[in-house]
């Protein structure tokens, strides 16, 4: 397997526009994850997802972030509009079921908006 | 609840030198724990993790922590530094039927020459 597959590597996009950030999990895989991670609040968890299903999503900051999963091997997170502040590594991740199961991380998305 | 404190977000060792990062962990019910190493604009990557088989686990490029429960640590362990360790380190917990892992603030390895 690939691994995680994060696409784009690399977002520069404008205040105000809409981002997506796309993420193809390992296949087999049951549970897929979303971080933000900053200089300033590190590593932070924004939405889970079991079986496709959204199961946590308290870690979203506002409501102009959304994630969706709309089959086992796709998952999308938009932030509409952007900020600034939104600049940030978002990860993609994913695992399988036990609790003695690391999580596999893609390579990141580093999003920069001006 | 579960939750992990790593003690010191920055580390620095001299090339050669014992390596140690400390993890602390707080949890209600037996955890598993993991390590991850960040090589910069990368992801996270897994060095090892305790699932309760062996409380001195080992991992990949030397590194090794090891579990104890009686002070609630997971302390990571390199013998001797080597450049290439530079990197971020994130201690991690899962526990309690929780298939969602609790990660620390990282620390940073420097390793000077």
């Known amino acids: 397997d690939a691994g995680v597959i994060q696409s784009p590597r690399h977002e520069v996009t404008e205040m105000g526009q809409e981002v997506t950030l796309r993420c193809k999990p390992i296949s087999g895989h049951d549970y897929l994850f979303w971080y933000r991670q900053t200089m300033m609040r590190g590593l932070e968890l924004l939405i889970y997802f079991n079986n496709n299903v959204p199961i946590d999503d308290s870690g979203m900051p506002e409501d102009r972030f959304s994630a969706k999963m709309p089959n086992a091997s796709f998952s999308t997170l938009k932030i509409q509009p952007s900020e600034p502040r939104d600049s940030a590594v978002y990860f993609c991740?994913?695992?399988?079921?036990?609790?003695?199961?690391?999580?596999?991380f893609g390579q990141g998305t580093r999003l920069t908006v001006v | 609840a579960q939750s992990v404190t790593q003690l010191g977000s920055h580390v620095s060792v001299s090339e050669g030198a014992l390596v140690l990062l400390r993890c602390n962990y707080s949890?209600?019910?037996?955890?598993?724990l993991f390590w991850y190493v960040q090589y910069p604009n990368q992801g996270l990557q897994l060095l090892l993790k305790?699932?309760?088989?062996?409380?001195l686990v080992k991992g990949i490029n030397g590194f090794e922590a090891e579990f104890k429960k009686s002070e609630t640590s997971f302390h990571l362990t390199k013998p001797s530094a080597h450049m290439s360790d530079a990197a971020e380190y994130f201690c991690?917990?899962?526990?309690?039927?929780?298939?969602?892992?609790?990660f620390g603030r990282g620390t940073s390895l420097i390793v000077h020459p």
């Open positions: 949890s209600s019910v037996p955890p598993y």
């Open positions: 305790y699932t309760s088989a062996a409380t």
């Open positions: 991740a994913s695992s399988y079921r036990g609790e003695n199961t690391e999580a596999f």
């Open positions: 991690a917990v899962s526990s309690g039927g929780s298939y969602i892992p609790t």
